[in-house]
Nanobody, 124 residues
């Protein structure tokens, strides 16, 4: 069982940066792949970025490449999403999720545990 708690969301102007953190409970965090998803009002939840259990493999969706970076620290049981050059269209609730297979899936159905989400609002 893994519990996830996101933090770091907030209001930022376009072009600004935020760093989201996901704190995990449970002793098996290092075996889980981690992902970040987001959901804007009226839209479906969409994949943002993922990282394998070891941290050696990451994958970002096209619309955040070069702007967002996913990372993890298995010693602290945390995963992070550094978001730079934010745009108004990045406004959404951001969720972290854990995949017990340890992979870096883009499919939300492959994730077993989810956090409650953190709101990111980017003003123009």
């Amino acid at each position: 069982q893994v519990q996830l708690v996101e933090s770091g969301g907030g209001l930022v102007q376009a072009g600004g940066s935020l760093r989201l953190s996901c704190a995990a409970s449970g002793r098996t965090f290092s075996s889980y792949g981690m992902g970040w998803f987001r959901q804007a009002p009226g839209k479906e939840r969409e994949f943002v970025a993922a990282i394998s259990w070891s941290g050696r493999t990451t994958y970002n969706t096209d619309f955040v490449k070069g702007r967002f970076t996913i990372s993890r620290d298995n010693t602290k049981a945390t995963a992070s999403l550094q978001m730079n050059s934010l745009k108004p269209e990045d406004t959404a609730v951001y969720y972290c999720a854990a995949d017990s297979r340890g992979s870096y899936s883009t499919n939300s159905r492959n994730y077993d545990y989810w956090g409650q989400g953190t709101q990111v609002t980017v003003s123009s």
